[in-house]
């Protein structure tokens, strides 16, 4: 809890930092309003009955819910953030942060816009929170649903086979080509030569150069959809150079993100094990895929969602993000038990300490003027405890100062602040304590 804390408080001060407001949505949702937004992954909401046989479901992510919000609301423009569990009948695993109950941390921007300028700062966001969580060398890859649309076109793939096709690619970080292509023959029914050829597109990864190159091409740059997603491709890639963060983006055409509401740019982070991965991603577009630890963030623009809840078909284009908390929380936890690094499960900054016996009403004065002045702080719930319990307390829970109170002390009028890592002692005038400790710098933890 103390390591979800604080990545909660990062994940936080960036989403206000870029001038998101905050709302929450039910858990439960009706079934129709989740029902068909999800491709393939719809068999892992959890369907419920209510006593009156209303058909259910928990929220399967932020996102569709925030949909519904904005068209029963008629809300056109909406920037906003929500942290809160989600539900998915999936296989747990808790070495790599997959639990039934989770949470996701969400950013979304709501509204009509110039192109790119806010799918560009979704992505310098996520590039921001993964910088500050120091969680290791990291890949923002990138493509968009229009050129795989544009690919499955050439390709010869049938419309009405375009989600589950889209469906398999998706399953390019978890199993080989040779798994996806044999699902896409054996059980979509996609003609061999089609899926071959949708091999050969998809294993192009790269930069700017890469999109040019596309660009250049005499199929894709035939197809409409395709030829739109490249242009705002070259667009997002401008934007992402402006706002300092292509050293981790890569334009990666396997990317697809199996949800069925994606309707343009879409991008997934990944936590990558081997040094110099990004580098390679980069500058070679036939590089073997980089060595991933896992999605640990995603989105993308749905710009046909919130419609699907209005009356009129009223469309409210929206792009967004979505931080999984849980991967990232049991990364960090893993690298703190390595590193040997302890934890502090509170944020304590002062011990109270008595040096002899009969000061419980001295320490309790203290105590209290030390919560008056919203300093953290802590006693020992006995009359007369030792003085070196109270300190070995302090060095076992990190606490890092110790006023201690005496004879001596109270007979002279000061209070002796002690300083536990160095064990350098002070006395400080009674009068001046609470200044003191608030200017201390040991209070840094």
């Known amino acids: 809890m103390a390591i979800r804390e604080r990545v909660f408080s990062t994940i936080l001060n960036c989403f206000k930092r870029h001038g998101a407001q905050t709302i929450d949505t039910p858990v439960f949702e009706l079934k129709e309003t989740l029902t068909g937004k999800y491709g393939e992954q719809c068999k892992l909401i959890y369907n419920l009955e209510d006593q009156g046989g209303e058909l ?12 519904r919000y ?46 790119m300028i806010p799918d560009a700062e979704c992505v310098k966001i996520m590039h921001e929170i993964l910088r500050e969580l120091q969680l290791g060398d990291f890949l923002i890859k990138i493509n968009d649903r229009r050129i795989l649309e544009g690919v499955f076109e050439i390709c010869g793939v049938p419309r009405n086979k375009f989600q589950t096709v889209c469906s398999c690619v998706d399953k390019l970080d978890k199993v080989s080509w040779e798994a996806v292509k044999e699902e896409m023959v054996e059980k979509k029914g996609l003609a061999p030569e089609a899926a071959d050829q949708i091999g050969e597109h998809i294993k192009f ?41 292509t050293d981790n983006v890569s334009f990666d ?30 500058q070679n577009d036939h590089a073997e895929e980089a060595v991933g630890v ?30 999984g908390i849980e991967r990232i929380f049991s990364i960090m936890e893993q690298k703190a038990e390595v590193s ?38 802590e006693m020992m719930y006995k ?5 070196l319990s109270q300190l070995q307390y302090c060095e076992e829970t990190g606490i890092p100062l110790v006023a ?5 002390e109270l007979k002279d009028g000061v209070v002796k602040l002690r300083v536990v890592s160095t064990r350098e002692e002070f006395n400080i005038p009674r009068g001046n304590l609470v200044e003191e400790i608030k200017k201390s710098n040991s209070l840094k933890f």
């Open 205 to 245: 990864s790269g930069g700017m150069a890469l999109v040019e190159q596309l660009l250049q091409d005499p199929q894709l740059s035939q197809n409409k959809l395709a030829l739109e997603g490249l242009e705002d491709m070259k667009m997002l890639f401008q934007y992402l150079t402006l706002f300092g963060v």
């Open 340 to 377: 040997g690094e302890k934890i502090r499960t509170t944020e304590t900054q002062v011990l109270v300490a008595a040096a002899q016996k009969r000061f419980l009403e001295e320490r309790m004065k203290i105590i209290t003027e030390l919560w008056s002045a919203g300093i953290k702080a």
């Open 383 to 387: 009359k007369n405890p030792k003085l």
């Open 70 to 115: 904005l068209a029963m609301n008629k809300i056109t423009n909406f920037k906003r953030y929500h942290i809160g569990k989600v539900y998915r009948r999936d296989s747990p695993a808790m070495t790599r942060g997959r639990y039934r109950e989770f949470y996701q941390c969400d950013f979304d921007i709501a509204g009509k816009y110039d192109p």
């Open 56 to 67: 259910l479901s928990l929220r399967y992510d932020l996102t569709v819910p925030f949909a």
């Open 294 to 323: 896992g999605s640990v963030a995603g989105g993308g623009r749905y710009d046909e969602l919130v419609g699907m809840f209005d009356a009129k078909g009223r469309k409210v284009p929206c792009v967004g993000l979505s931080m």
């Open 253 to 282: 055409l396997s990317l697809a993100r199996g949800l069925d509401y994606y309707t343009g740019v879409i991008y997934e982070a990944v936590l990558l094990q081997n040094q110099g991965d990004v580098q390679l991603r980069q």
């Open 404 to 408: 201690i109170i005496g004879e001596q």
